[in-house]
C-alpha cells in the first residue's frame, strides 16, 4: 500500500512540475503587444497623422495613446470617426484600426485654435471612449469622458479642479467623470449642474455645504 501511496505522489508531483505558470499580462502591455504584432508602428511610424482639409488634423500616437485635434474653428469629425485604413494592392481592405472602438484612445488633446466639437448636445454619458481630456483655451464645447479634465487655464468657457469640469468661476459642476472615485470640490461650488454627478462612482457622495441647487436628473443611477 505504501509503496503504491509513493508511486502516486511521485506521478503528481512530475505533472505539476511540469507545468509552467504565467502571469497575465497588463492592460497596457496587451495593448503595445497587439500593435506591435499589427505592424501599424513599423509601417506607418509611431505617430499616425491625417490632414482634413481647410486646416484641420488629426494625430495617434501609438506609444501614448494620444489623439490630437488641431486647427481653427469647429472641428469637423467626432473622435470615433478617426480610424486608421490600410489596403492591399488589389484594393481591397487589408486592416482598419478603429480608434475609440475599443477605448484604445487614453487621452485626447484639443488644440487652441478649435472652437467646438460636433454633437454633444444631449450627451449624458461619455460616449467618446475616451479617458482624459486636455482642452485649449478656444474651446467652448467639451465632452463628458471618463477620467479626468484638463482645461487651459485662459478658457474664459471651462475650467477644470481635482479632474472634474465646472463652469469658468467654479461654482457650477458640470460633469463629474464616471472613473473617479474620490473628489475635492471647490471652495465656492453653488450649483451641481443637470446630469454631473448621475453616474459618479464616488462613495460616499457628500454634496458640500454652500449648494444650494441641484438640477435636472442625478440620482437614478446612485
Known amino acids: 500500500m505504501k509503496k503504491k501511496i509513493g508511486v502516486l505522489l511521485t506521478a503528481v508531483l512530475l505533472i505539476f512540475s511540469s507545468i509552467t505558470v504565467t502571469a497575465p499580462c497588463s492592460v497596457e502591455a496587451t495593448y503595445h503587444q497587439e500593435v506591435k504584432q499589427s505592424g501599424f508602428i513599423e509601417r506607418l511610424g509611431e505617430v499616425f497623422t491625417v490632414d482634413?482639409?481647410?486646416?484641420?488634423s488629426w494625430s495617434y500616437n501609438f506609444t501614448s495613446k494620444t489623439l490630437t485635434f488641431k486647427g481653427n474653428g469647429?472641428?469637423?469629425?467626432r473622435p470615433e470617426s478617426c480610424r486608421i485604413?490600410?489596403?492591399?494592392?488589389?484594393?481591397r481592405y487589408d486592416s482598419t484600426y478603429f480608434l475609440c472602438d475599443r477605448g484604445d484612445v487614453e487621452t485626447l488633446v484639443v488644440e487652441d485654435g478649435i472652437t467646438d466639437l460636433p454633437d454633444l448636445q444631449g450627451d449624458v454619458r461619455p460616449y467618446y471612449r475616451v479617458d482624459n481630456?486636455?482642452?485649449g483655451k478656444d474651446c467652448k464645447s467639451v465632452p463628458k469622458v471618463w477620467l479626468s479634465y484638463e482645461i487651459d487655464p485662459q478658457n474664459p468657457y471651462f475650467a477644470s479642479y481635482d479632474g472634474a469640469?465646472?463652469?469658468?468661476?467654479?461654482t457650477k459642476l458640470l460633469f463629474l467623470p464616471d472613473q473617479i472615485t474620490s473628489i475635492d470640490f471647490p471652495p465656492n461650488l453653488q450649483v451641481i449642474g443637470d446630469n454631473a454627478i448621475i453616474y459618479s462612482h464616488v462613495n460616499p457622495l457628500v454634496i458640500p455645504w454652500g449648494v444650494t441647487k441641484i438640477e435636472g436628473e442625478n440620482f437614478s443611477d446612485q
Do not use: H, M
Open 85 to 91: 485604413t490600410e489596403e492591399n494592392s488589389g484594393g
Open 52 to 56: 482634413l482639409g481647410d486646416g484641420f
Open 133 to 135: 481630456i486636455i482642452v
Open 74 to 77: 469647429a472641428f469637423p469629425i
Open 165 to 170: 469640469l465646472y463652469n469658468k468661476e467654479l
